[in-house]
């Protein structure tokens, strides 16, 4: 059985990370929020968009596979951390468009605890936390 990918997010940007995790080449199978799913997958990408998490932490406990979670507010999501067991990664919604394909790498890898991955850098910040010169 090839892997399957479950990615949830609400309607109007399904499609979009949905697209995303198909251009690498996943399979994918995508749900609403806070719906049940109808088959069993490998991993869940659950996006959030908004700034109740909380909401959300019995249908996340529902799923039965690791979860990359993403969400614009880390400091709220992060109380989910010990509440659902199944987050394997936590990470921005800008890092995770950048490096899509390196959160579900790792949502796979860890098997216990969660990483927290922080917002990405704009690349002028980056440039100069790495010791280069700003061009911009």
Do not use: K
């Not at 932490?57 to 039965?64: A, G, I, N, Q």
């Not at 790792?106 to 927290?116: D, P």
Request: aromatic share 2%; net charge negative; proline share 7%.
């Amino acid at each position: 059985m090839s892997d399957v990918l479950g990615v949830s997010a609400n309607p109007v940007t399904l499609t979009h990370w949905t697209q995303l995790v198909s251009a690498a080449g996943l399979h994918t199978h995508a749900v609403p929020l806070m719906s049940a799913p109808d088959r069993a997958v490998d991993r869940w990408l659950i996006v959030l968009d908004d700034r109740m998490p909380s909401m959300y932490r019995s249908w996340l406990r529902s799923l039965d596979a690791p979860i990359a979670l993403i969400a614009p507010a880390l400091d709220t999501a992060a109380r989910l951390l010990d509440r659902v067991p199944q987050i394997r990664v936590l990470c921005h919604t800008s890092r995770a468009q950048l490096a899509l394909d390196d959160v579900l790498s790792m949502t796979e890898s860890i098997t216990a605890g969660a990483l927290v991955l922080g917002p990405a850098l704009p690349d002028s910040a980056r440039e100069s936390r790495l010791g280069g010169d700003d061009v911009s």
